[in-house]
């Protein structure tokens, strides 16, 4: 059985840092595309970034480049999200997801697997 986790949020204040996490597990990691979204109320889910099976090529949403990193641990079964500059409109819930291997982009595709979120909220 695919477990995807996701942690690591919380209430930050504006131009604050924080850093989610996400392990997947049931699956063989090394094979997967990982990606991750988010979801604010009242808005359609946006695709934030994402990482190709070895780390090789990486993506990220216009909204968050240069200011977003994400980035895989293989041997923990785990991607990571760093983000700074964080501002209210950065504020979601944000989700991990997994897609088995595929060429070409890993934004805007289907994705097998999902976390259940993590909340970040950021204050102004």
């Known amino acids: 059985q695919v477990q995807v986790v996701e942690s690591g949020g919380g209430l930050v204040q504006a131009g604050g840092s924080l850093r989610l996490s996400c392990t997947a597990s049931?699956?063989?990691?090394?094979?997967?595309?990982m990606g991750w979204f988010r979801q604010a109320p009242g808005k359609e889910r946006e695709g934030v970034s994402c990482?190709?099976?070895?780390?090789?090529?990486?993506y990220y949403a216009d909204s968050v480049k240069g200011r977003f990193t994400i980035s895989r641990d293989n041997s923990k079964n785990t991607v990571y999200l760093q983000m700074n500059s964080l501002n209210p409109e950065d504020t979601a819930m944000y989700y991990c997801?997994?897609?088995?291997?595929?060429?070409?982009?890993?934004?805007?595709?289907?994705?097998?697997?999902w976390g259940q979120g993590t909340q970040v909220t950021v204050s102004s």
């Open positions: 997801a997994a897609r088995y291997k595929q060429a070409g982009r890993c934004l805007g595709i289907e994705y097998n697997y």
């Open positions: 990482i190709t099976w070895f780390g090789a090529n990486t």
């Open positions: 049931g699956l063989t990691f090394d094979d997967y595309i």
